[in-house]
């Protein structure tokens, strides 16, 4: 009984619950968030624009639980980022991803653990940026991504470099390319 706050009195109340408490405190509120964010995910996948407001409330949620337990500098909280947006890319729902890889954009710098995956990040980064119409920018983001894949393994050079080649050719396109085929 000791341990928690009420033995020390009835108004005395923590101020870092997650640091007086542990594990014993985050795990629940981790599997929570957890849960929720594949929920996001799930709705973004696999239902339509209705439901799409619903998982952009579900993954802030996320975000403020990582925030939480895991510090607004964490690798936690980068890779969510950096996967939910991701996945709105892959769903065509540009400016909702711009929404989310922005706000790691800069914070990935910081994050010693994710230093592998700045190219990726930023390579992503770029393709929502380009789709949105913000091509100059996004040709940035992508050159950056070149030079910060010259420390990594060739593989994802080689992934880097074929993104920009890729980007510029469709940015030297006059007209927009067209998902219909004939």
Not at 31 to 55: C, I, Q
């Amino acid at each position: 009984m000791k341990k928690f706050s009420i033995a020390h009195g009835a108004l005395v109340e923590d101020r870092h619950v997650v640091d007086t408490f542990g594990p014993v405190y985050t795990d629940p509120i981790a599997l929570f968030g957890m849960t929720l964010e594949r929920f996001a995910h799930f709705l973004v996948t696999y239902r339509d624009e209705n439901r799409l407001r619903e998982a952009e409330e579900y993954m802030d949620e996320v975000l403020k639980i990582s925030y939480q337990i895991y510090g607004a500098h964490s690798s936690h909280t980068i890779n969510l980022l950096n996967n939910f947006g991701a996945a709105l890319i892959f769903r065509n729902r540009f400016e909702l991803a711009l929404k989310y890889l922005s706000m790691g954009i800069d914070r990935i710098l910081y994050v010693d653990e994710c230093a592998s995956m700045i190219p990726g990040y930023y390579c992503n980064y770029a393709e929502a940026l380009f789709h949105a119409g913000r091509k100059a920018e996004a040709l940035e983001w992508a050159r950056k991504a070149v030079l910060l894949s010259k420390s990594e393994e060739p593989r994802i050079q080689q992934y880097a470099n074929k993104f920009l080649r890729d980007l510029e050719k469709d940015a030297q396109e006059k007209r927009q390319r067209s998902w219909w085929f004939f």
